[in-house]
T-cell receptor, first 116, second 115 residues
Framework: DQQVKQNSPSLSVQEGRISILNCDYTNSMFDYFLWYKKYPAEGPTFLISISSIKDKNEDGRFTVFLNKSAKHLSLHIVPSQPGDSAVYFCAASAWYSGAGSYQLTFGKGTKLSVIP | DSGVTQTPKHLITATGQRVTLRCSPRSGDLSVYWYQQSLDQGLQFLIQYYNGEERAKGNILERFSAQQFPDLHSELNLSSLELGDSALYFC??????????????FGPGTRLTVL
């Protein structure tokens, strides 16, 4: 039972255009959301995050939007660059009382290809 | 470079064998997490250690175990290996035991191939 879903395994975008990566979640207890980027042969690296009390967070070319009522978030990259080609993972954070800590749940990832 | 190191990078072994994967967290980080990424799967959380103690368990098989040593490095032991255990295994570290922001820093991973 996937609690964090990235329904598009891949996405191709022309350089300079907007890339929109989507993520849906089912657990209403998630209260923080993160995007990680992964290049081949490397581990994921943190990109941008958003708290559940906000609906938008922007960092340079990257903007994350959160729609809590729809349990949906999206990552916008504008303008897209060839160096943005990577796998993007959506992750959600929730408190687990048994662990006494927050834990991350990841989606399966979306492979973004930016075409020059 | 995240500051998290993992060894070895690649491991090829046979079914039924046992292997040990090693992780050194970023300097100062007390939490270590282990994840498994199988083909077409997301990152599946396996287990977390904080300052030497197990904090949380995810989808970790009984054939798998882990520990965190006093110097904070961690090892993931996989035994009675099966073909389905072939995957990328990532280690991540964070400064806290698990804060809401929970930014984790990932190592480059160990690719395990079971033949």
């Amino acid at each position: 039972d996937q609690q964090v879903k990235q329904n598009s395994p891949s996405l191709s975008v022309q350089e300079g255009r907007i890339s929109i990566l989507n993520c849906d979640y089912t657990n209403s207890m998630f209260d923080y959301f993160l995007w990680y980027k992964k290049y081949p042969a490397e581990g994921p690296t943190f990109l941008i995050s958003i708290s559940s009390i906000k609906d938008k967070n922007e960092d340079g070319r990257f903007t994350v939007f959160l729609n809590k009522s729809a349990k949906h978030l999206s990552l916008h990259i504008v303008p897209s660059q060839p160096g943005d080609s990577a796998v993007y993972f959506c992750a959600a954070s929730a408190w687990y009382s048994g662990a006494g800590s927050y834990q991350l749940t990841f989606g399966k990832g979306t492979k973004l290809s930016v075409i020059p | 470079d995240s500051g998290v190191t993992q060894t070895p990078k690649h491991l090829i072994t046979a079914t039924g064998q046992r292997v040990t994967l090693r992780c050194s967290p970023r300097s100062g980080d007390l939490s270590v997490y282990w994840y498994q990424q199988s083909l077409d799967q997301g990152l599946q959380f396996l287990i977390q250690y904080y300052n030497g103690e197990e904090r949380a368990k995810g989808n970790i098989l009984e054939r798998f175990s882990a520990q965190q040593f006093p110097d904070l490095h961690s090892e993931l032991n996989l035994s009675s290996l099966e073909l389905g255990d072939s995957a990328l295994y990532f280690c991540a570290s964070s400064a806290t035991r698990g804060a809401a922001t929970n930014e984790q820093f990932f190592g480059p991973g160990t690719r395990l191939t079971v033949l």
